[in-house]
């Protein structure tokens, strides 16, 4: 059997093999980023793993929220500006990749600031029975500074 990676497969539809008959499904690539800071991930059995895409228009934003486990986006298009529980923000363009902080104490919100629009797709690490994110308070030294 032929053996293919991702970079020979075309980006999405079928691909023939080594006989007129066989056929080879290829996957479509929804997201291709680079780290830039290390992933440590211990999932244990039984982890809810879930995708989704997110889809923010210019000007838009995701309010404060959590993650009560780990998650790692691809930004594909746009450019991602986040502001962290302490204040900090952070700004990703397209092709980056963003771990986010897992817990309460790892508030953050993220925004369009730019006039396209913004495509973020993200792979959650969760507890089962836990929701993709959790809606918090900002935390209090912005919410009052």
Known sequence: MERTDQRNMTPAGLRRTAGPTTVEPVPTLLADGVLTEELAL???EGTRVAVAHYAIPPGGSLPWHYHEGRVVAVVTAGVLTRTLADGSECV???GGCIVEPV???GVHRAENREPEPLHICALF???Q???LSTRAEPPE???YG
Do not use: D, I, N, S
Request: proline share 22%.
């Open 42 to 44: 211990a999932v244990p």
């Open 141 to 143: 030294a912005l919410a």
């Open 125 to 127: 690490f969760l507890p």
């Open 92 to 94: 990703t363009p397209a």
């Open 129 to 131: 029975g836990t929701a």
């Open 103 to 105: 817990g309460p104490q």
